[in-house]
């Protein structure tokens, strides 16, 4: 359960944590230090918000997490349209590469699962290169059934990584870090979905300019038309119509205090 609802805030239907990459970073440093019980972070986006308007179980899972921060730069600017300050975006590979220089920092260890195999030995060899310290604890391929899960766990929590990196799709990715937290035995569970193609090499990610503007999905869909551009018209599309419903609630309450105190002027 989440420990601080003092900064945890309700956005667009997902809960949504407050808080800053260095906050979060030392917070994680504490509780790995402190052995402290497996700390989940699960992320919001237009696809999250899609995903939860469909699936309820996906935002029981968000709900349920230790940190949920906002990936996807019109994210801030739409929450700051209802009145909510999420002072930083803090986006899955990001955060990734800020743990990994963490671990190295610290002498830290990670597990990777997730994508094809030569993939995730890539991401393996270039975590040595790009990242000295890192103890890298173990890693497997993303390929598995759903009655392979029991093992995996185990072979996962024979080598208690500090951090565990799940490059697995939606929705599977949250909820192997909400139902096997504790048998994975990591100290961090954090959902990176492609971020290994990234790191790998496959694949080539928006430069930073469109992703300060916010439109690094343009950029996906240019690289994969077919495969990307119905998926961001019915996500994105979904978003923008939760956000216009909640704009358009948040406006009335507003709209009736300034014709009140207009009254009572008069």
């Not at 504790?182 to 979905?193: D, N, S, T």
């Not at 996500?235 to 309450?253: D, E, H, Q, S, Y």
Request: aromatic letters at 8%; a positive charge; proline letters at 6%.
């Amino acid at each position: 359960m989440n420990t601080m609802p003092a900064r945890r805030v309700e956005f667009l239907g997902c809960p949504v944590d407050c808080l800053t990459s260095d906050t979060l970073l030392a917070e994680l440093t504490e509780s790995i230090r402190g052995r402290q019980p497996a700390k989940v972070i699960q992320f919001v986006n237009a696809n999250k918000v899609a995903m939860v308007r469909s699936e309820p179980s996906m935002g029981e899972m968000l709900e349920r997490a230790d940190y949920v921060l906002a990936d996807g730069q019109p994210m801030l600017p739409l929450a700051a349209m209802l009145g909510i300050t999420i002072p930083e975006r803090i986006d899955g590979i990001g955060l990734m590469h800020k743990l990994l220089e963490l671990a190295g920092r610290e002498g830290f260890s990670v597990y990777l699962l997730g994508a094809r195999q030569q993939i995730v030995e890539e991401c393996v060899r270039r975590i040595g290169l790009d990242f000295p310290g890192v103890r890298i604890a173990g890693y497997r391929n993303g390929y598995f059934k759903e009655p392979e899960i029991p093992a995996i766990a185990k072979a996962v929590c024979e080598t208690a990584p500090d951090f565990l990196f799940l490059g697995i799709g939606s929705p599977m990715k949250e909820r192997l870090a909400d139902e096997w937290k504790e048998q994975l035995g990591a100290r961090v569970i954090q959902g990176v979905g492609g971020s290994f193609d990234v790191m790998a090499g496959m694949v080539k990610r928006a430069p930073r300019w469109m992703q300060r503007c916010g439109i690094e999905w343009l950029y996906r869909v240019i690289q994969e038309p077919r495969r990307m551009f119905w998926r961001y018209v019915k996500t994105n599309g979904a978003c923008l119509w939760v956000f216009c419903k909640a704009f358009v609630r948040w406006c009335i309450p507003r709209g009736r205090h300034r014709v009140e105190q207009t009254e009572e002027k008069l």
